[in-house]
Antibody, heavy 119, light 105 residues
C-alpha cells in the first residue's frame, strides 16, 4: 500500500523557518518526482514545489521561490520542504504528493499537515 | 501562468442527478488536465487524468471530456458519497488548480 506521511508542521512566527518531512512507503521512491501542494483555509490547492526523482532538479512556485526548497533522501525514502522567511500567507495545510511524470498529476497524497504562521 | 477558471462554484443536486462541472484554461494545455474530489479534512483524490482517463478504482459514473481549452467532468447518477468539492488541475506547465466546485445536496 502506498503511504505518504507528513511531519514537522506547527506554529511559526513571521520571518521564521520550518522543515517539513514526508516519509513514504509502498512504492519505489527513487523512481518518482515528488511534489508539495498546499491549501490555505477555505481555498483551492496550490502547487508549491517539486523535486526530480534523483533530486537534481527542483522547481518552486513564484509565491515561494527563493524562500522554500524541496529536497529528498532516496536512501531514507523521505521528501523534505525547507521553508524560510515565512509569511502569514504561507499558513496552510501542506501535502506531499507523488507525481506521475515530471509534468505531473498527483496520484497519491499524504494526509496533510497544518502550518500556521502567526505572532 | 496558466489560469484555470472553474464553474459553477457551488452546485445543488439530488441523488440520482447527472451533474457537470466545467473548467476553462487560459491557454492551450493539450489534454494535461486532471480532476480531483476532496472531502472535508481529507487530501484530494485523483479521479481523472489526461482529461478523460479514469483513475483505477474510480466508479464509471465519473467521466471527463475536453473541447479545446474547455474541460468537463460529469457524474452520472449522483450518489451520496459524491457530495464533495471538485477541483481541476492543469499540468501542462507546472501546475495550477481551479478554485473548486462544491457539490451539495
Amino acid at each position: 500500500e502506498v503511504q505518504l506521511v507528513e511531519s514537522g508542521g506547527g506554529l511559526v512566527q513571521p520571518g521564521g523557518s520550518l522543515r517539513l518531512s514526508c516519509a513514504v512507503s509502498g512504492f519505489t521512491f527513487r523512481n518518482y518526482w515528488m511534489h508539495w501542494v498546499r491549501q490555505a483555509p477555505g481555498k483551492g490547492p496550490e502547487w508549491v514545489s517539486r523535486v526530480s526523482s534523483d533530486g537534481s532538479i527542483m522547481n518552486s512556485a513564484d509565491s515561494v521561490r527563493g524562500r522554500f526548497t524541496s529536497s529528498r533522501d532516496n536512501t531514507q525514502n523521505t521528501l523534505y520542504l525547507q521553508m524560510n522567511s515565512m509569511r502569514a500567507e504561507d499558513t496552510a495545510v501542506y501535502y506531499c504528493a507523488r507525481g506521475v511524470g515530471a509534468a505531473a498529476y498527483f496520484d497519491s497524497w499524504g494526509q496533510g499537515i497544518l502550518v500556521t504562521v502567526s505572532s | 501562468d496558466i489560469r484555470m477558471t472553474q464553474s459553477p462554484s457551488t452546485l445543488s443536486a439530488s441523488v440520482g442527478d447527472r451533474v457537470t462541472i466545467t473548467c476553462r484554461a487560459s491557454q492551450s494545455i493539450s489534454d494535461s488536465l486532471a480532476w480531483y474530489q476532496q472531502k472535508p479534512g481529507k487530501a484530494p483524490k485523483l479521479l481523472i487524468y489526461r482529461a478523460s482517463s479514469l483513475e483505477s478504482g474510480v466508479p464509471s459514473r465519473f467521466s471527463g471530456s475536453a473541447s479545446g481549452t474547455e474541460f468537463t467532468v460529469t457524474i452520472n447518477s449522483l450518489q451520496p458519497d459524491d457530495f464533495a468539492t471538485y477541483y481541476c488541475q492543469q499540468y501542462y506547465s507546472f501546475s495550477t488548480f481551479g478554485q473548486g466546485t462544491k457539490v451539495e445536496i
